[in-house]
């Protein structure tokens, strides 16, 4: 049985005066799957989920969303949608249950049906005992929860989330994730994200790898993983350049020195190889470390560069570009 599509995007470029954001792209996403696009800050992420959303027009390809037309169904398919922007709109001189209340009034919820589904997502994002809090006096965690219960108020099919977790300490991220990951299995919505976080991205279905405007890559978290299926060793020792010259004489590798100064190099079964190395190496070694193939390798394979962050006053200006088109 084929699965149905929710999202279906076709040759999508996206222009602003002589820089293309987006770079005739195309790609479809399923019916209550998590789909994740992964890439630097300034990759196109950010400006293909406002073409989606209506936020942004495109300058050519197509764009559907619940059969909808992007171009010619705009309130259709915010009809369809929840999203969570990357910067805050929270009131913080409301309360939680007063800003939801707000946005449920704006998406014309059935009034009766009003304080059921603000409980609703309280509960689920562990917030119902803060409803009646101002929120200025939440922590930046629960601030971001408390706006993924607002994109879930008015029960969308699909819900974008952009670098939902941007700026937020390790543990905080986690607690998102695990309520992102709680939301696919108790409801019957499709979750769009974007992230920069490599570790992030393996809780989708599929991901779709984007830098300077194109898809380079998309699949399952494995199998873009297994493209390089091989152990990742980094190793430092007194000398580096000669640890690299022995390992190219002996074993036939062709390794890199990283600007950590670490000599790195990929091998198919590092289990064996490591003993068998130590034993052989006359080289002093002072650590050695393996690990299995991630997704910033399949970046770093693809692209020749890890993943970056562009500077804030880049991000700063493309954000408030953005802000402004969205006011048009």
């Not at 002589?18 to 019916?31: E, G, Q, R």
């Not at 390809?61 to 915010?78: F, M």
């Not at 062709?254 to 000599?263: P, S």
Request: glycine share 4%; net charge positive; aromatic share 6%.
């Amino acid at each position: 049985m084929e699965e149905k599509l929710i999202i279906e995007v076709k040759n999508l470029v996206k222009k602003f005066k002589n820089i293309t954001a987006v770079n005739d792209i195309s790609f479809t996403v399923k019916k209550n799957e998590i789909f994740g696009f992964l890439g630097p800050n300034g990759a196109g992420k950010t400006t293909t989920i406002n073409i989606i959303c209506t936020l942004l027009k495109l300058n050519s390809g197509s764009v559907t969303l619940c059969g909808y037309d992007v171009a010619t169904e705009k309130n259709r398919i915010r009809n369809c949608i929840g999203l969570v922007f990357q910067d805050p709109t929270l009131d913080d001189r409301l309360t939680a249950l007063e800003n939801l209340n707000f946005h449920a009034l704006l998406y014309n919820v059935p009034h009766r049906q009003i304080k059921e589904r603000i409980d609703s997502v309280l509960e689920m994002v562990d917030l119902l005992k803060r409803k009646n809090d101002l929120v200025r006096t939440f922590s930046g965690g629960m601030k971001r929860r408390l706006e993924i219960a607002r994109g879930l108020i008015h029960y969308p099919k699909v819900l974008f989330l952009d670098e939902p977790t941007i700026g937020l300490d390790p543990q905080t991220r986690n607690k998102i994730w695990e309520y992102i990951v709680k939301l696919k299995k108790t409801n019957d919505i499709t979750i769009f994200l974007t992230t920069h976080y490599m570790e992030e991205s393996e809780i989708c279905d599929r991901i779709a790898i984007m830098d300077e405007g194109k898809i380079i890559a998309m699949d399952t978290p494995d199998t873009l993983k297994n493209m390089i299926g091989l152990d990742i060793i980094t190793i430092i020792s007194d000398d580096n350049k000669k640890l690299k010259d022995y390992l190219k004489e002996k074993f036939s590798i062709d390794a890199e020195l990283t600007k950590n100064n670490e000599v790195r190099f990929e091998v198919k079964d590092s289990a064996k190889f490591i003993p068998y190395f130590i034993r052989h190496c006359h080289i002093n070694i002072l650590s050695i470390n393996a690990r299995k193939s991630t997704l910033n390798d399949v970046f770093l394979s693809l692209t020749g560069k890890e993943i970056r962050e562009e500077s804030a006053n880049k991000k700063d200006a493309m954000r408030m570009h953005m802000r402004a088109r969205a006011r048009r």
